[in-house]
């Protein structure tokens, strides 16, 4: 995991997104509104975890609705996550 150290912020929100790639598939987009309740990460802190996640490439960001959604990248990496228990 050496090479994507997390913030918790981070961490929950990638957690997060992935719980919405198992349940909806690879083309799961979620809005930012409300992410913040689903993940756990305070909706000021927010803007904060997005941009982790995406200057690692771990997201991908759209600024349209905003949305975002995982890369093939930040799917390994949860997928890590989520097997050693951390979420």
Known sequence: MSDHPLSENERKLLLCLFAFY?????????????????????????????????????????????AVRLTPEGLKVALLYSEEGNG
């Open 22 to 66: 198992r349940e909806i598939g690879p083309a799961a987009t979620p809005g930012l509104k409300g992410l913040d309740e689903e993940s756990g990460v305070e909706r000021l802190e927010m803007p904060e975890a997005v941009s982790g996640l995406r200057a690692k490439g771990l997201i991908e960001y759209w600024e349209l609705q905003p």
